[in-house]
């Protein structure tokens, strides 16, 4: 089994830990072309089960920058880091 994240994980990992993206910034860090269709996975994927909410909002230059805010009700007893680790809070 590979130690590799996926490209998509990267970029989960980069939204859980509160910062937010765009297009330009997923393509030169991931190396996502796409990062609509990637969105739209993670948000059906996170929104499921209503823990996890994504967010767009519009810069002032015109991009789309994407969040996700946690609306889990209790509190987190598992965190991730960048890299793909999992770390107790």
């Known amino acids: 089994m590979s130690n590799t994240l996926t490209k998509k994980r990267r970029l989960i990992n980069t939204l ?5 993206i765009t297009a330009g910034e997923a393509k030169s860090r991931y ?22 909410q994504v967010n767009t909002e519009t810069t002032s230059t015109g991009k789309t920058r994407y969040s996700m805010d946690d609306i889990h009700p209790g509190q987190r007893v598992w965190g991730y880091s960048n890299d793909g680790t999992r770390f107790m809070l």
């Open 16 to 20: 859980v830990a509160g910062n937010s």
């Open 31 to 52: 190396g996502i072309a796409n990062i609509r269709a990637a969105m739209s996975d993670i948000k059906n994927q996170f929104e499921e089960y209503g823990n996890w």
